[in-house]
T-cell receptor, first 113, second 114 residues
Framework: GENVEQHPSTLSVQEGDSAVIKCTYS??????FPWYKQELGKGPQLIID?????GEKKDQRIAVTLNKTAKHFSLHITETQPEDSAVYFC????????????FGGGTRLMVKP | KAGVTQTPRYLIKTRGQQVTLSCSPI?????VSWYQQTPGQGLQFLFE???????NKGNFPGRFSGRQFSNSRSEMNVSTLELGDSALYLC?????????????FGPGTRLTVL
């Protein structure tokens, strides 16, 4: 089955700096890679996703890149703000696995004002 | 449009009991998935239902079961509770059940087993 590894597990940045979170996956058949943000007491919320036919996607301060050959994808947050502080999860959906998401272990991002 | 709702939000049970959790998907969504979140194991897929049929099942013992009703609402049941079942149980819905469809998560049910 699919295995997703996420690094780092914690990340502390100064407000205004950039943050990068990296994930690797094992199943070359995976074709959908969402990123979720989870705040305390809430369920994960989708912030951006990328499909295997695209190498990069950007939405305002957030961008995701995908390298299918190396089987890794990354989340980039620019101009971080204190409200970006949360736990971020990457995930992958193997082809022919329905909606099953395999999640990485999560990254706790702390943005210091 | 209302989001995914889960009831109850908090639950305390003792070992050996059983529990039923409920999930109401976003209106019009036909697929419901369940996940278990623990500090040690992270987010793990339990099962997925689409049009009242279980389509996928994760690697959990048979004590974990679920069902989906004709209005797409779903329930999951855990029998013979163990201490290790203490977790946040999350429900996610999506519109058409496709593998690249966005999944929207509810706030979860926090289950504590004493």
């Amino acid at each position: 089955g699919e295995n997703v590894e996420q690094h780092p597990s914690t990340l502390s940045v100064q407000e205004g700096d950039s943050a990068v979170i990296k994930c690797t996956y094992s199943d070359s058949a995976s074709n959908y890679f969402p990123w979720y943000k989870q705040e305390l007491g809430k369920g994960p919320q989708l912030i951006i996703d990328i499909r295997s036919n695209v190498g990069e996607k950007k939405d305002q301060r957030i961008a995701v890149t995908l390298n299918k050959t190396a089987k890794h994808f990354s989340l980039h947050i620019t101009e971080t703000q204190p409200e970006d502080s949360a736990v971020y999860f990457c995930a992958a959906t193997p082809r022919n696995a329905g909606n099953m998401l395999t999640f990485g272990g999560g990254t706790r991002l702390m943005v210091k004002p | 449009k209302a989001g995914v709702t889960q009831t109850p939000r908090y639950l305390i049970k003792t070992r050996g009991q059983q529990v039923t959790l409920s999930c109401s998907p976003i209106s019009g969504h036909r697929s419901v998935s369940w996940y278990q979140q623990t500090p040690g194991q992270g987010l793990q897929f339990l099962f997925e239902y689409f049009s009242e049929t279980q389509r996928n099942k994760g690697n959990f013992p048979g004590r974990f079961s679920g069902r989906q009703f004709s209005n797409s609402r779903s329930e999951m049941n855990v029998s013979t509770l163990e201490l290790g079942d203490s977790a946040l149980y999350l429900c996610a819905s999506n519109l058409a059940g496709g593998p690249t469809d966005t999944q929207y998560f509810g706030p979860g049910t926090r289950l504590t087993v004493l």
